[in-house]
């Protein structure tokens, strides 16, 4: 699991000063982990005690296997290329590696037991993968209806109940037009998935129910930046697989 998920997942336990810390270990991710607990306090400018208050928050024991997981995430980095097909190649290998390693158990299960599911796109782009998640489940007689504006999310919001399930697909998670509807989602206890690039975003601390493709950043001419999206369709094709084996367990 990537620093930023851990992040995500207990968004909800930290405090302003644990954001401190961690804007100063994500920035410096590769010289975090030689760094004691005290030097590390230093750093940031706070006590020890939060610090190590930090790590436990996340999931560590204390301070010494938070280092350790630090330690090890730096040395699993893949050394990026310049170049423009290089950062391809590793934004797709890093997130057949994640697929590898999550258990899409959970949200198979989910997709299983609801009466219906939405799938929403927040730009051109996720519209298309949305489209591509409608088209394949098609095949499991699941159909899946596009959400294709902030105004259309609206409005099916107004009828969705328990029972339902919404599939956000956000590049960033931190499209500001999507959260008044997302919040009502959390409010009414309607369930959705978020798919979203790997990094400490919004919407994926809004659930529980999380998918991450990785996506670098390419600068062209002019400065001008290009995204991969190609990891966002393997996310959605590792989805359905998932779920087509999940339907063949539960039948045998």
């Not at 899409?104 to 927040?122: A, H, K, P």
């Not at 105004?151 to 919404?166: G, M, N, P, R, W």
């Not at 996310?235 to 359905?240: A, N």
Request: proline content about 2%.
């Amino acid at each position: 699991m990537k620093i930023e998920e851990l992040i995500n997942e207990h968004y909800n336990q930290l405090h302003e000063n644990d954001f401190h810390i961690l804007k100063y270990i994500l920035n410096n991710k590769s010289s975090c982990y030689q760094l004691g607990i005290n030097d590390l306090a230093d750093k940031c400018n706070v006590s020890r005690s939060s610090i190590l208050r930090l790590a436990q928050k996340l999931g560590f024991s204390g301070y010494s296997e938070f280092r350790v997981f630090l330690k090890w995430q730096d040395h699993e980095k893949v050394e990026r290329e310049v170049n423009s097909i290089g950062r391809l190649n590793e934004d797709i290998q890093e997130t057949i590696k994640y697929t590898k390693t999550k258990d899409f158990q959970d949200i198979c299960e989910l997709i299983d037991r609801s009466e219906r599911i939405f799938v929403y796109g927040t730009g051109s782009l996720q519209l298309n993968c949305a489209d591509e998640l409608q088209r394949m489940f098609l095949v499991m007689q699941r159909h899946l209806y596009v959400i294709r504006a902030p105004k259309e999310f609206e409005i099916t919001l107004q009828s969705l109940t328990v029972k339902d399930l919404i599939i956000i697909i956000s590049f960033s998670g931190d499209t500001p037009v999507i959260f008044p509807a997302v919040q009502s989602l959390t409010t009414k206890g309607i369930p959705f998935v978020s798919i979203t690039n790997l990094k400490s975003n919004r919407l994926a601390t809004m659930t529980p129910y999380n998918l991450y493709a990785s996506s670098s950043e390419t600068q062209i001419h002019d400065g001008f930046p290009i995204h991969t999206f190609s990891s966002f369709f393997i996310i959605g094709e590792t989805l359905f697989r998932n779920y087509v084996d999940y339907q063949n367990k539960i039948k045998i």
